[in-house]
């Protein structure tokens, strides 16, 4: 009685009711939440520290310090810009494993490891082209040239 090398034990097949599945999805979704949680956190801090800078110069009476404003400005669009492009890589991600489970070609080698997909760099280009970048951040760039030649530069206070 030898063994039969033919009947090769078969590897557990998966979909999307499996557990291990589930789970795997639940961390990308999970992931691609706090990238855009992150995003968001970008610009609240950003507009906080902005804000923060020109009450100081309008305070101290200084105009030409208000474009240290930009500095903070500029930080935070490259960094929601970093988030924002992880945001899509892990998209893609999320993408590609349901499109695995669709096509039954889902292995458990699939399931290893959480990483984004596609070129990080071509997505941030991306991402900073997105209006919700380049929207928000020339909008606050405008604000801060407002204020400093307007508020801060002429003064409002009464003669």
């Not at 970048?133 to 606050?140: C, D, H, K, Q, S």
């Amino acid at each position: 009685m030898g063994i039969d090398m033919t009947n090769k034990p078969e590897i557990s097949k998966l979909d999307e009711f499996s557990p291990s599945v589930q789970t795997h999805l639940s961390i990308i979704q999970s992931v691609i939440q706090r990238m855009a949680t992150n995003s968001t956190s970008s610009k609240t801090w950003c507009i906080t520290i902005v804000s923060a800078i020109l009450v100081i110069v309008a305070d101290k009476g200084k105009p030409d310090y208000a474009w240290i404003a930009l500095i903070p400005t500029t930080l935070f669009m490259a960094l929601d810009a970093y988030y924002l492009a992880l945001e899509k890589g892990f998209r893609q991600a999320y993408n590609t494993v349901i499109r695995k489970i669709h096509d039954g070609s889902i292995t458990p080698e699939d399931l290893f490891s959480v990483a984004p997909e596609g070129r990080q760099s071509r997505h941030q280009v991306e991402a900073l082209k997105s209006f919700s970048v380049w929207g928000f951040y020339f909008t606050l760039i405008i604000l801060i040239v407002i204020a400093k030649s307007i508020v801060i530069g002429k003064g409002l206070t009464p003669r």
